[in-house]
């Protein structure tokens, strides 16, 4: 007679169902996508964490980004746990939230001001309105597949966890809300040209992930960007990079730095809290002064710049300063990506991967895609079964095939191999 096995996380989540919907807090933790039981994670340290059973995993989602230098860094505990002790929020400014902004500003050349918000949806809905305010457009301009967050007038044919849902467009969003946002494709500089060309004069912003991380991970071209900016400054529309993903993970200076294209506004998040919640949004101080109280574009919250949480946003930012972080994170990202498509390789899976600094796709399909389209024709099937054999083997990668991956600075060479190590033997047996 054998007894089946029940697991913590089955008791968990049969538990949590009945007083969350779908018994998560954000929905692509509930593996929709995948199928079976999400794990409940109980602590995490360096490139670990473990979950209500004690099974260790490597993880390679880092709380989708944020936990950059590694779980539980001594440094970043010993800041908060400091912030703590003196006070959890006042309501009023700290020394803390002016030297957080300073540190953004000085690293992101393109910010001379920027406000803390808490989270990158406050992030991107902020900048956008003040993008309509400054310009007194109501037009905006977004990319297919992008994810802004969920703002009425950014969720539509977004990412993430509304593409596995398989409807990219939320219910609960009037038409009228979104009639003034125009989807264009990812990467499609005719198409972009064509729509300026015709509404031009109408448009407040084009926002997008210059390097995109909610449909996989796709990255820009440098034309694709380049268009965006010579287009926006000829027609006085506000460029809106959304780095809330890519923000000190592609770079130290961000996607902008590496493709040397300055928009116009920033949205920030993830990295800039360390996992806490901060997010920001910045540009150039005569674009900021639309800012309330300066200014008539209203935007405000009880816990931005919560000390808190910028204190662990400083702890990081100073962290990835170190030098060489980004060369080695890079490095390490890399050499995940090479050492996945050679174990494929080997066991002769159409598969591919791809990174840029510590962000990272695998995609089962021989290329690398260039756009959502392309992304979607992946095989999300032979995805699934990889899942889930890999968690089997203590590696936990995104739980759907439309996110991208994060490497950490705590993931060195043994756990870069240990996870190869597992594919391996975990491509061996996938179905040819
Ligand atoms: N923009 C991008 C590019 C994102 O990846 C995300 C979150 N994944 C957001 C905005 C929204 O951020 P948050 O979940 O903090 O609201």
């Known amino acids: 007679m054998t007894t089946e096995h029940i697991s913590n996380n089955d008791t968990l989540f ?29 602590r995490a340290e360096g490139p670990y964490f473990w979950d209500a059973d004690g099974k260790r995993y490597i993880d390679y989602i ?36 002016i030297e957080m902004a300073e540190e953004i500003c000085k690293l992101v050349p393109s910010i001379e001001q920027v406000r803390l918000v808490s989270s990158g949806t406050e992030a991107t809905m902020s900048a956008l309105r003040l993008a309509r305010g400054a310009t007194g457009r109501d037009k905006i301009v977004k990319f297919e597949g992008c994810y802004h967050g969920h703002a009425d007038s950014l969720l539509v044919k977004a990412g993430s966890g509304l593409l596995t849902f398989g409807n990219p467009t939320s219910a609960g969003v009037p038409e ?47 034309e694709f960007l380049r268009a965006l900016r010579d287009l926006c400054t000829e027609h006085g529309a506000v460029l809106i990079f959304d780095e809330v993903m890519c923000g000190f993970r592609v770079a130290l200076g961000g996607a902008q730095e590496l493709y040397d294209i300055a928009p116009d506004l920033t949205a920030l998040g993830k990295v800039i809290g360390g996992g806490l919640p901060v997010a920001a949004f910045g540009g150039r101080a005569e674009l900021m002064g639309n800012m309330a109280p ?72 021989a290329e690398v895609p260039g756009s959502y389209a392309e992304m979607m024709a992946g095989d999300k099937t032979r995805f699934n079964a990889f899942f889930h054999a890999m968690l089997d083997e203590g590696v936990y990668f995104a739980p759907a095939a439309f996110e991208a991956g994060f490497v950490s600075a705590a993931h060195d060479d043994a756990v870069i191999e240990e996870t190869i190590a597992a594919a391996r033997r975990v491509f061996a047996r996938l179905d040819k």
Request: net charge neutral; with cysteine; aromatic share 8%.
């Open 294 to 365: 300066l200014g008539a574009v209203y935007q405000a919250g009880t816990l931005s710049g919560n000390p808190v949480a910028v204190a662990a946003g400083m702890a990081t930012l100073k962290l990835i300063q170190a030098p060489g972080f980004y060369e080695k994170l890079s490095a390490q990202t890399a050499k995940l990506a090479a050492g996945l498509e050679q174990a494929a390789r080997e066991a002769g899976v159409t598969f591919c991967a791809d990174s840029v600094g510590g962000m990272f796709g695998i995609y089962f399909s």
């Open 14 to 42: 049969a538990r949590a169902q009945k007083t969350t919907p779908g018994g998560v807090n954000s929905p692509v933790r509930a593996f929709r996508s995948v199928g079976g039981t999400p794990r409940f994670i109980t």
């Open 62 to 97: 880092g709380s989708w980004g944020p936990a950059i230098v590694g779980h539980a860094h001594p440094e970043v505990i010993a800041a908060v746990q400091a912030a703590a002790a003196n006070g959890l929020s006042f309501g009023a400014p700290t020394l803390g939230e």
């Open 176 to 222: 009228d809300f979104v009639k003034h946002t125009l989807v264009l494709d990812y990467n499609n500089v005719a198409q972009l040209e064509d729509a300026f060309a015709s509404m031009g004069e109408t448009i407040a912003c084009v926002i997008v992930e210059p390097v995109a991380g909610n449909m996989n991970l796709i990255k820009a071209t440098p």
